[in-house]
């Protein structure tokens, strides 16, 4: 019964419900970055290179035969996966980036100096009845 109830602590813990948004949030962050990579940015970089579409950039080790799929090597998915890549790791950057000078800005604001405690204000008003 103890490992129950340490896994319904577990699962009702915020760390957990925000982690499962997170990764909900990247699946699809990842969708619209092969979608941006794939329709946007490549087209471009094809025509740049002689109309060269990289999905269909491939090595073809061996031919199909009888029934059997040919065996290739596809370099240029490969290329494309790694565009995604870089392109998921400069966002990701820019948001840590973003966030950690905000925090920066927040830790740089003057904190409001304390209020005097009960003692220092009594000793405050003695002081000024004494220069009366």
Same mark, same amino acid.
């Given at each position: 019964?103890?490992?129950? &109830?340490?896994?319904?602590? $577990?699962?009702? @813990?915020?760390?957990?419900?925000?982690?499962?948004? *997170?990764?909900?949030? *990247?699946?699809? $962050?990842? #969708?619209?970055? /092969?979608?941006?990579?794939?329709?946007?940015?490549? %087209? %471009?970089?094809?025509?740049?290179?002689?109309?060269?579409?990289? /999905?269909?950039?491939?090595?073809?080790? &061996?031919?199909?035969?009888?029934? =059997?799929?040919?065996?290739?090597?596809?370099?240029?998915?490969?290329? &494309? =996966?790694?565009?995604? $890549?870089?392109?998921?790791?400069?966002?990701?950057?820019?948001?840590? @980036?973003?966030?950690? /000078?905000?925090?920066?800005?927040? +830790? +740089?604001?003057?904190?409001? %100096? !304390?209020? !005097? /405690?009960?003692?220092? #204000?009594?000793?405050?008003?003695?002081?000024?009845?004494? #220069?009366?």
């Amino acid at each position: 019964m103890g490992m129950l &109830q340490e896994f319904k602590e $577990f699962a009702v @813990k915020g760390n957990m419900v925000d982690m499962a948004v *997170g990764i909900i949030v *990247g699946a699809a $962050f990842g #969708k619209v970055v /092969s979608s941006l990579v794939k329709d946007v940015i490549m %087209p %471009p970089i094809g025509v740049l290179i002689g109309g060269v579409d990289f /999905s269909d950039l491939a090595v073809i080790i &061996q031919e199909a035969k009888d029934g =059997t799929e040919a065996v290739i090597i596809k370099y240029g998915a490969f290329i &494309q =996966t790694i565009i995604d $890549f870089l392109i998921v790791a400069l966002a990701i950057f820019v948001a840590v @980036k973003v966030i950690n /000078s905000l925090k920066r800005k927040e +830790e +740089e604001k003057p904190a409001a %100096p !304390p209020e !005097p /405690s009960a003692e220092e #204000k009594l000793l405050s008003e003695i002081r000024d009845l004494l #220069k009366k």
